[in-house]
């Protein structure tokens, strides 16, 4: 009550001030470009109750306020969708992921994905939907984690995840490719009225009898986005901070969820290995010049002095 009464007694017109213009910003902007829709509420409202409700859980807001900047930037991917930028490839990344990763089934040359669609297995269709689901919770419960234990880190983190992704993205523009399930349904042919498609996911939808990857998918925010997997990039990111915060066991854990993600990639027919590597590099080498520009310019100083405000 202590803590409650006196983040009270510092409420002031800032706070209303800020949230108001931040919440003008947010409707205006998906409300004249994609539309809103209920998830758009949804995230707003937590956000906002979040944000009121506690001095506890406003520090929490704020400490994933990096995460909910990535969350706008990657929903206003619709806004500028990346085939109007360039050529969409759709055969040359399955040519060359046959041509390096291909192998002969029942007389038939095929990638890997080729061979999954044909050939799985309940089970497995099971922990490759769990791993697959883990792509960004694992990322914010470690942030949420280091906001209690490691401020500065959890900063330092949260910054390196947004600009990881923003080097993907920049390959996205660059190079729109398509996924291994779009070769599937509709050929070499291109076809930009489609939307999100689950795929293999639909066998995890299966077993636990509700379409949950299926209207996750529909709401994709960018099709042509399967070259690199990002999603094979988040818990690279994720593996390499908490090393860097000296987790002990649990890194193990975030390294079992890592090689889950690859496998269900691939698995479900989301991405070909080439886009899981791809992927793999866009973190390492994004990590890499992140941990440059922190040690080499004032972000250093910025990010103690936040978690010091903080």
Not at 43 to 68: D, T
Not at 173 to 202: C, H, I, Q, R, S
């Amino acid at each position: 009550m202590d803590l409650y009464r006196k983040d009270f007694e510092r409420f002031n017109f800032r706070y209303l001030r800020n949230t108001t213009v931040i919440s003008a910003c947010y409707f205006l902007w998906f409300g004249f470009t994609t539309g809103l829709r209920i998830d758009h509420f949804s995230f707003y409202f937590i956000l906002l109750v979040g944000f009121y409700a506690h001095p506890i859980s406003r520090r929490l807001i704020m400490g994933l306020s990096v995460f909910a900047f990535y969350s706008f930037l990657y929903d206003s991917h619709k806004v500028f969708p990346n085939y109007l930028y360039n050529t969409v490839h759709v055969s040359e990344p399955y040519f060359m992921e046959k041509a390096l990763f291909g192998f002969m089934h029942n007389g038939v040359m095929v990638t890997p994905n080729e061979y999954f669609s044909s050939n799985n297995i309940p089970l497995i269709d099971f922990l490759s939907g769990f791993f697959y689901l883990c792509w960004m919770p694992v990322p914010v419960i470690l942030a949420i984690y280091l906001i209690w234990t490691d401020r500065p880190m959890a900063l330092r983190f949260s910054l390196a995840f947004l600009f990881v992704n923003l080097v993907g993205w920049i390959i996205y523009y660059g190079y729109p490719a398509a996924a291994p399930w779009y070769v599937e349904k509709y050929g070499f042919t291109e076809n930009f009225t489609l939307m999100g498609d689950a795929a293999g996911l639909t066998r995890f939808d299966d077993v636990i009898n509700y379409p949950l990857f299926e209207k996750m998918y529909t709401k994709a925010s960018n099709v042509f986005a399967a070259l690199p997997s990002m999603h094979s990039a988040y818990p690279v990111v994720a593996f390499a901070y908490s090393l860097r915060a000296k987790l002990g066991w649990i890194n193990i854990l975030f390294a079992i969820v890592m090689g889950g993600i690859w496998f269900a990639a691939v698995y479900t027919n989301h991405h070909y290995i080439i886009d899981v590597l791809l992927g793999i590099l866009v973190a390492v080498v994004g990590i890499w010049l992140f941990e440059l520009i922190y040690r080499k310019t004032i972000l250093k100083d910025l990010v103690a002095k936040w978690a010091q405000r903080f």
